[in-house]
């Protein structure tokens, strides 16, 4: 198996150290007490530098040509890391580039009219959009608000084909997880231990089961 192999050529590679196994990494993984692959702590860092400067608030590009740019960067991350087993990191890594993108949006519109008619737009009421509008909080803080998050939600960033971690984390692992065969469909568990059982001809749908609370 693949976790074999990373295994035997990781201790071969640092077979003079000794430590725990989660504080030693190789090509950006790292093992677990457990003997399962995870995501070094230093690569999730890298990736979120990266990250950063996509999203900077003073970029002023199109949010279009910054998805685009993210797209980019987190596809080729995301097939280079999908062994892992921990779709954890996934969830949380889409999770803090979505706000990112919020607080991007949100600092374009600066003024508090614009930004009040912008939420009202994406259906916000407007007691809601000008309590939002009107926060002397930061921009940081103004994108984790729920106004904020009712108006770009998982629809509007789908709608503008921003590539997800996590659900294509799922995806694969669906495709890819050890399975028996049942009639008509297979059964296996996820790295945490719940159970899944799927037709293959609904893959995708339990697939959206799984992702509607994940924002």
């Known amino acids: ?57 003073n970029r002023g590009r199109k949010i279009e040509q910054i998805i685009k740019e993210l797209n980019q960067i987190i596809r080729g991350w995301f097939h280079y890391f999908k062994p892992s087993n921990f779709e954890t990191i996934m969830k949380q890594l889409d999770c803090w580039i ?26 916000s009421s407007e007691s809601s959009s000008w309590s939002l509008a009107c926060s002397n909080k930061g921009w940081w803080r103004k994108s984790l608000n729920p106004v904020i998050h009712k108006a770009l939600n998982l629809n509007w960033f789908k709608s503008k084909s921003l590539f997800s971690l996590f659900e294509e984390f799922v995806k694969h692992k669906l495709k890819t ?21 799927i037709n293959k001809n609904h893959l995708y749908d339990i697939s959206d089961k799984i992702l509607k609370n994940q924002d």
């Open 1 to 57: 198996s693949i976790t074999l192999i990373f295994t035997t050529v990781f201790n071969r590679l640092h077979k003079s150290a000794v430590d725990r196994p989660g504080n030693r990494k190789f090509l950006g993984f790292t093992i677990t007490n457990y003997g399962e692959i995870s995501i070094a702590k230093a690569s999730i860092k890298r990736i979120k530098n990266k990250i950063r400067i996509v999203t900077s608030r």
């Open 98 to 123: 979505r706000r990112r993108l919020r607080c991007y949006r949100l600092k374009q519109r600066k003024r508090k009219y614009s930004i009040k008619t912008f939420l009202v737009a994406h259906g």
């Open 177 to 197: 997880a050890y399975a028996t065969t049942l009639v008509g469909g297979v059964r296996g568990r996820f790295s945490d231990g719940s159970l899944y059982s």
